[in-house]
């Protein structure tokens, strides 16, 4: 949605407004670079010190992160999200990996029940791009396409509240994900390059059966949770 100008009293609570508005709506989302201090000035018709003391003030409240150098980017979606991300970047890979398990679970068995044509198309396409980049041993693609399948299964729940939780963790799953990309020990501690088969689950989705799903599910993350230690 286009930024309004604003001209009123009280001009950084409003741009404050307008910020956390683009966020709200999902026209900046998580990930996204949001427009420079002086774009934000001109669209706004407000002062540079303004936006500057508004971004700061969000940054504050996690839902942006400053990168010098790079620019301002959008880190959560609400300030529950930006409490969560912070306290995510404390935690051990275990820990983060039994928030994922929890969430996945339900995630696989919702999607099982719910999920439309479309969403099947996208964990097949996810599934396809995965299975490229493990060929190709190219693991930055892989770790990629690997959590864009994740993100898929939790879009099938069709769950607008999990769908934000889950993106509310998303670097976290990310960083777990690239922390155990390169598969699991097998009986003599030796590492299986094969990695985690996927396609199961895909399976169990598209088959509508909901405990298989979940079991799927609950196999592959516990495999992720013997590779985390204790």
Known sequence: MPLAS?????LVDQVISQLRAQIDSGEWGIGDRIPTE???????????NTVREAVRALAHAGLLEIRQGAGTFVRASSELGGALRRRLERSRLRENLEVRRALEMEAARLAALR???????????????RDAAWREGDM?????????????????????????????????????IAHTAYGIPDDNGQIDHRGIDHKGLAEAVRAGDPDRSLHEAACYLDELLSLAGE
């Open 115 to 129: 999920h439309t044509d479309k969403d099947l198309a996208d964990i097949d396409h996810a599934i396809a791009l």
């Open 140 to 176: 930055a693609a892989f770790v990629e396409a690997d959590f864009s399948f994740h993100r898929t299964i939790v879009n099938a729940t069709h769950n607008p509240l999990l769908t934000d939780l889950y993106d509310d963790i998303s670097q976290a799953v990310y960083d777990s």
């Open 6 to 10: 604003t001209r009123r009293t009280g």
């Open 38 to 48: 002086s774009e934000l000035s001109d669209q706004l018709e407000v002062g540079r």
